[in-house]
């Protein structure tokens, strides 16, 4: 069954310490694995697509990387703005290729 | 205004109710989605248009009933609806065949008593 599975489920840090969130997917075939930040009571805002193994995009203090099982998003000594929850999804390559399988998401926190 | 704009903000309804749901985008999109997303759960795909044709209906029930009247708007009709139907309801819209790179209103919050 495909899946898509984040962790942590919730991250507290100080400003200024960098850390990763994880997002670990079984698919039968990727087409595209997305990632997205969405604020308190707003709608996700499309962060990246990474396509195949060895891909990385950056956007500012955000780092997204891919491996043939799991992506990271990397935040480089992240500010206070960078608090909101972060959704990955994954696109499958066979089948109903319109329909994204969506993580349940994580929530970051970062104290000045 | 740019893109895409959801009305209400926020709704409370009675199950006997009807109400309707309003997205209208202004990115020159083709693609316009419908999702809930409740706590505790993944966002749910519930309906897909391109180029103002239905091409999804994920086994949506039918006391939601969308109507999309060209392509840069969407609604949702609701009526006799259940509790559980609260939810946030987002509107989203992409190109065509780019289905994971999409543009999210800010979503209608809705509250079935």
């Known amino acids: 069954e495909d899946q898509v599975t984040q962790s942590p489920e919730a991250l507290r840090l100080q400003e200024g310490e960098s850390s990763s969130l994880n997002c670990s997917y079984t698919?039968?075939?990727?087409?595209?694995l997305f990632w997205y930040r969405q604020d308190p009571g707003k709608g996700p805002e499309f962060l990246f697509t990474l396509y195949s193994a060895g891909e990385e995009k950056e956007k500012e203090r955000l780092k997204a990387t891919l491996t043939k099982k799991e992506s990271f998003l990397h935040i480089t000594a992240p500010k206070p703005e960078d608090s909101a929850t972060y959704l990955c999804?994954?696109?499958?390559?066979?089948?109903?290729?319109?329909?994204?399988?969506w993580g349940l998401g994580t929530s970051l926190a970062v104290n000045p | 205004e740019t893109g895409v704009t959801q009305t209400p903000r926020h709704l409370v309804m009675g199950m006997t109710n009807k109400k309707s749901l309003k997205c209208e985008q202004h990115?020159?999109?083709?693609?316009m989605y419908w999702y809930k997303q409740s706590a505790k759960k993944p966002l749910e795909l519930m309906f897909v248009?391109?180029?103002?044709?239905?091409?999804e209906n994920n086994s949506v029930p039918s006391r939601f009933s969308p109507e999309c009247p060209n392509s840069s708007h969407l609604f949702l009709h609701l009526h006799t609806l259940q509790p559980e139907d609260s939810a946030l309801y987002l509107c989203?819209?992409?190109?065509?065949?780019?289905?994971?790179?999409?543009?999210f209103g800010e979503g209608s919050r809705l509250t079935v008593l």
């Open positions: 990115l020159g999109h083709n693609a």
């Open positions: 999804a994954v696109q499958a390559d066979a089948g109903n290729n319109r329909k994204l399988i």
């Open positions: 248009y391109n180029f103002k044709e239905q091409t």
């Open positions: 698919v039968s075939g990727l087409r595209g």
């Open positions: 989203a819209s992409s190109q065509p065949g780019y289905v994971g790179e999409l543009f």
